[in-house]
């Protein structure tokens, strides 16, 4: 998907024109991946205006990824939240892709060298449904990749840093490759894990299973959002290590996250999932959409409005 260009950029304290948002090619973060990095959405609401998404679950995620790698972040929490918010303001977006990304700049040469500077940028841009309108109504056909989610102890899928999405890429090649929209990578045991860059939920007998924290998985924010209103509506969530083979039987698969929102999955490997029919989907899909419209009564404070 081309990336929609906004006006201007935050970039340490001040706006910057986007076509001069530019680091030295000497930067870490480029060459050790030490680079923090969220992704929230601006949804431009019926009763509420342009709101952002759990902004403060995606910053509070954002200042998590970079305490891991000892990635220092100037501005405060709350400083990053508003700085959200005046980035699509700024941009006069109605709805926007919000990125704060935070690495470590150019100082000395290796990879921990902790004393380097360090750079925090958010970018705000126009953004559509990540796997396309028709995916989103119709359902997507995936496969399970080949390449697994390397386990905590390794490279923590947890925090959300630049480098684990090597692993999304080989992923997502690999799917696209074999004609597939996405790939489902396995944990290292070959339980289920989830996608390259969405978490993945089976409808089982009603009930709705996930992968845990321990199977290799980024704790998505849409996921947690996902549990909550299927709890609203009286379905049972089982967070549990997954075995591959469930994929088959499945009644109803869907992936989440901030970029693919809540999609469908119509096929795994080429295996039809369930007879087609999706209900528990579309009831959680009006749920999470109605949040946006007012349908869905927002009772965690999840819309921030950015004016
Ligand atoms: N897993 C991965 C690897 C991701 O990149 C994402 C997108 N951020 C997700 C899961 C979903 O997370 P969220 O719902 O917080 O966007």
Excluded at 83 to 89: F, L, Q
Excluded at 122 to 135: E, K, N
Excluded at 151 to 162: F, N, Q
Excluded at 258 to 278: L, W, Y
Aim: net charge negative.
């Amino acid at each position: 998907m081309p990336i929609q260009e906004a006006e201007k950029i935050w970039k340490n304290g001040k706006f910057i024109p986007w076509s001069e948002a530019n680091t030295h090619i000497m930067t870490q973060g480029l060459h050790y991946g030490s680079a923090a990095w969220d992704g929230a959405r601006a949804y431009d609401t019926k009763h509420k205006g342009t709101c952002i998404f759990r902004n403060r679950d995606h910053v509070e995620r954002l200042f998590f990824s970079a305490s891991v790698y000892r990635i220092p972040i100037d501005p405060s929490i709350e400083e990053v939240m508003q700085i959200s918010k005046d980035v699509v303001r700024e941009n006069k977006l109605s709805s926007a892709y919000i990125r704060p990304l935070a690495y470590m700049d150019y100082g000395e040469i290796g990879p921990a060298m902790p004393t380097n500077p360090h750079s925090l940028c958010v970018i705000a841009f126009p953004f559509g449904s990540y796997l396309g309108a028709d995916g989103m109504a119709n359902g997507v056909d995936v496969c399970v990749s080949s390449w697994r989610r390397p386990p905590s102890g390794t490279i923590p899928m947890g925090a959300k840093v630049s480098g684990n999405y090597l692993s999304s890429r080989l992923i997502s090649m690999e799917a696209k490759e074999r004609g597939f929209a996405e790939g489902i990578a396995l944990a290292h045991d070959g339980t289920l894990s989830e996608g390259a860059g969405a978490n993945l939920f089976v409808v089982k007998n009603g009930r709705l299973l996930t992968p845990t924290t321990a199977n290799s998985i980024l704790e998505g924010i849409t996921r947690d959002t996902i549990i909550t209103l299927a709890g609203e509506l009286g379905i049972e969530v089982v967070e549990q290590p997954l075995p591959r083979e469930i994929l088959y039987s499945a009644d109803e698969i869907f992936m989440t996250g901030t970029a693919a929102e809540v999609t469908p999955i119509r096929s795994v490997d080429k295996i039809q999932v369930g007879d087609g029919n999706r209900p528990v989907t579309t009831a959680i899909e009006k749920a999470f959409f109605g949040l946006m419209s007012g349908e869905t009564e927002d009772k965690w404070g999840w819309l921030d409005p950015v004016e």
